[in-house]
């Protein structure tokens, strides 16, 4: 019998919330449970509409979805934007995550799906990418920085969430 390889894992449109919202409720709780933070309350229906937007990007592995990224015209958050430098057509990166079985067996997957974003976010014609991020998460925003992202603005803190606002000049 002849054994196939499996096909390398592939970029498309995400077509199900419910797989969406999955992969990224397992990544907040392991990501929570690795920094000893509480879950972020994520919504379904907020999964939905930005499925229905095309804005979700999965990784797939055969039939399992990796790794996802979501690319938005508009900020998922209520900072005033004043915080960024000027950009003509900016876009925003949110909801990164990584399957948590896969990130223990690949640690490339979350820079693999930054570095997607960028060329997409290019592609569509955007001068800058735009990211809201927990600093407490010190290897994610260690990976958006590595890859170009610089931090603008304080710290802010609201309950037990903190955010620091990031921005990537995007060359032509």
Sequence with gaps: ???HP???PAWEPAESAEEVHALLRASDLHTAELYG???PERRLERSRALVGERAVHLLRHGDTAIAMF???GRPPFRRALDVFPPARAPLYLQRL?????RARRDATLGLRAVRRACETAR???ADALRAEA????RKSVELLTGLGFVAYGEVETEDWMRRVYLQRA???
Excluded: E, K, Q, W
């Design 134 to 137: 927990n600093p407490d998460l």
């Design 170 to 172: 995007l060359d032509r």
């Design 1 to 3: 019998m002849t054994t």
């Design 70 to 72: 979501t690319l938005t």
């Design 97 to 101: 995550a990584v399957h948590p079985d």
């Design 6 to 8: 499996a096909p390398a």
């Design 37 to 39: 933070l509480p879950v």
């Design 123 to 125: 592609a569509a014609g």
